[in-house]
Nanobody, 123 residues
Framework: VQLQASGGGLVQAGGSLRLSCAASGRTFSSYVMGWFRQAPGKERDFVAAISGSGGTTYYADSVKGRFTISGDNIKNTVYLQMNSLKPEDTAVYFC?????????????????WGQGTQVTVSS
């Protein structure tokens, strides 16, 4: 599985961004897709995940109600819509694929990773 993330950028606090992660090499609907983020000097943290069918989503408490993860099985792409962005959302965002059918929030369960995309939120 190859993953290509895009959509990062610089935005003011309160603004929105949509990240995309295009997947290739395997049927998109057969695995869980997740988003993680890593701020400078900090560990990589779970943000959101979606099941292959799209029927189940899970969010970190810090983004619940502001971020929405969705998938397009035809385009083999998963999205992360980020609204009401805060300076503390500033990080490099990574998409990842988990070949199991259960949503996990731990990095170790994710088998494939895309390159990161930088999100910077100014105050």
């Amino acid at each position: 599985v190859q993953l290509q993330a895009s959509g990062g950028g610089l935005v003011q606090a309160g603004g929105s961004l949509r990240l995309s992660c295009a997947a290739s090499g395997r049927t998109f609907s057969s695995y869980v897709m997740g988003w993680f983020r890593q701020a400078p000097g900090k560990e990589r943290d779970f943000v959101a995940a979606i099941s292959g069918s799209g029927g189940t989503t899970y969010y970190a408490d810090s983004v619940k109600g502001r971020f929405t993860i969705s998938g397009d099985n035809i385009k083999n792409t998963v999205y992360l819509q980020m609204n009401s962005l805060k300076p503390e959302d500033t990080a490099v965002y990574f998409c990842a694929a988990d070949l199991s059918t259960h949503i996990f929030t731990t990095i170790a369960y994710y088998n494939f990773w895309g390159q990161g995309t930088q999100v910077t939120v100014s105050s």
